[in-house]
């Protein structure tokens, strides 16, 4: 088969590469039905993280099941599949308690970016639909894997309710779908961050009623007034800079919460300002499985349509066209079709 291969930051190559083959009895392998770049990828594109050795990239997928292992009776070859970025069995006491992304079997996914996937978990991580899905429902499902999902995790960690007031941080693919969770979970004011034209128009297509370009203390100082005075009830942090971990525990009101999903680099936090903030804090990967089976008939019935983030597609050969452009900002998120 044939993927994508980073070797050094700015180095993505598209390579030759071994056949997955099913390694325990709880494993799949998938034919990839598109597959995509995240903005986490540019971390070590960027230099961000250290690439020691070539390796596989890419955790987003949907695709057909090829092969099973003997343990896997949920999905069977010939369904088409969703799953998510980080594998679970579905089954042990975190996977239970709503945190798949912190199963104790858990292992994340890092070869998406190929035209077949070896799934661990297969048994718990996979939710297959009911039917082939038409081809124009791909991207949407495919941004369930991780960006949708996450920022639907954003929205509920920051406790979006009906009726309040959120703020999204970051308007990359995550923090867009951020606004598509905070819309479904009935937020009525949606703040958006943002000072890039094509996605604040996006943002606004999703629902997002204020858009904000100030940054920093400006930046807190512009949601304030948006909100009485006191910041917002929910704040969807989406990026993972302490910048971005700034302006959202500063915009939030005491009382108010912020989710945090983007990865966080160099974040520190001072424990006295939380303290008297009263802000509360909640983040992490996010468990997308618990969320797919709802999230995917959301899709379907038409209530959203994460996949619109995908505003570049190109062949999976051209990948490491796809992390230029993400690089080089030119593009939200890159569909790869192999
Ligand atoms: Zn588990």
């Given at each position: 088969?044939?993927?994508?291969?980073?070797?050094?930051?700015?180095?993505?190559?598209f390579e030759e590469l071994d056949d997955p083959k099913i390694i325990h009895p709880t494993d799949a392998i998938i034919r990839t039905a598109v597959t995509c770049v995240c903005g986490t990828d540019l971390w070590p594109y960027r230099g961000a993280e250290p690439v020691d050795q070539p390796h596989p990239m890419g955790h987003e997928y949907v695709?057909?099941?090829?092969?099973?292992?003997?343990?896997?009776?949920?999905?069977?070859?010939?369904?088409?599949?969703?799953?998510?970025?980080?594998?679970?069995?579905?089954?042990?006491?975190?996977?239970?308690?709503?945190?798949?992304?912190?199963?104790?079997?858990?292992?994340?996914?890092?070869?998406?970016?190929?035209?077949?996937?070896?799934?661990?978990?297969?048994?718990?991580?996979?939710?297959?639909?009911?039917?082939?899905?038409?081809?124009?429902f791909w991207p949407s499902l495919l941004a369930l894997s991780d960006v949708m999902g996450t920022g639907w995790w954003a929205a509920k960690a920051a406790e979006v309710k009906p009726g309040s007031t959120a703020v999204v941080v970051g308007d990359g693919a995550v923090g867009l779908c951020g606004v598509i969770a905070a819309k479904e979970l009935?937020?009525?004011?949606?703040?958006?961050?943002?000072?890039?034209?094509?996605?604040?128009?996006?943002?606004?297509?999703?629902?997002?009623?204020?858009?904000?370009?100030?940054?920093?203390?400006?930046?807190?100082?512009?949601?304030?007034?948006?909100?009485?005075?006191?910041?917002?009830?929910?704040?969807?942090?989406?990026?993972?800079?302490?910048?971005?971990?700034?302006?959202?525990?500063?915009?939030?009101?005491?009382?108010?919460?912020?989710?945090?999903?983007?990865?966080?680099?160099?974040?520190?936090?001072?424990?006295?300002?939380?303290?008297?903030?009263?802000?509360?804090?909640?983040?992490?990967?996010?468990?997308?499985?618990?969320?797919?089976?709802?999230?995917?008939?959301?899709?379907?019935?038409?209530?959203?349509?994460?996949?619109?983030?995908?505003?570049?597609?190109?062949?999976?050969?051209?990948?490491?066209?796809?992390?230029?452009?993400?690089?080089?900002?030119?593009?939200?998120?890159?569909?790869?079709?192999?």
């Amino acid at each position: 088969m044939r993927g994508a291969v980073i070797h050094a930051p700015g180095d993505v190559r598209f390579e030759e590469l071994d056949d997955p083959k099913i390694i325990h009895p709880t494993d799949a392998i998938i034919r990839t039905a598109v597959t995509c770049v995240c903005g986490t990828d540019l971390w070590p594109y960027r230099g961000a993280e250290p690439v020691d050795q070539p390796h596989p990239m890419g955790h987003e997928y949907v695709g057909i099941v090829e092969e099973v292992g003997s343990e896997v009776t949920s999905v069977k070859p010939g369904q088409f599949v969703i799953g998510s970025f980080a594998t679970s069995d579905n089954t042990c006491a975190n996977c239970r308690a709503g945190y798949q992304s912190n199963c104790v079997r858990r292992e994340f996914m890092s070869t998406c970016q190929a035209d077949h996937v070896r799934i661990p978990n297969a048994q718990g991580t996979l939710v297959a639909t009911d039917e082939h899905p038409a081809e124009q429902f791909w991207p949407s499902l495919l941004a369930l894997s991780d960006v949708m999902g996450t920022g639907w995790w954003a929205a509920k960690a920051a406790e979006v309710k009906p009726g309040s007031t959120a703020v999204v941080v970051g308007d990359g693919a995550v923090g867009l779908c951020g606004v598509i969770a905070a819309k479904e979970l009935g937020a009525e004011r949606i703040i958006v961050m943002s000072r890039h034209e094509s996605r604040q128009k996006l943002a606004l297509e999703f629902g997002a009623t204020d858009i904000v370009t100030e940054r920093g203390e400006e930046g807190i100082a512009r949601v304030k007034d948006l909100t009485g005075g006191v910041g917002a009830d929910s704040v969807l942090e989406c990026v993972g800079t302490p910048e971005a971990m700034q302006q959202s525990l500063r915009s939030t009101r005491p009382g108010g919460n912020v989710g945090f999903v983007g990865v966080p680099h160099d974040v520190a936090i001072d424990g006295q300002e939380l303290f008297f903030s009263h802000v509360g804090l909640r983040g992490g990967p996010a468990p997308v499985r618990g969320y797919l089976p709802d999230l995917i008939q959301r899709v379907f019935e038409g209530r959203i349509n994460p996949g619109k983030v995908f505003d570049l597609t190109l062949p999976l050969e051209q990948v490491a066209e796809g992390y230029k452009a993400m690089d080089e900002r030119r593009a939200i998120k890159t569909l790869l079709k192999p």
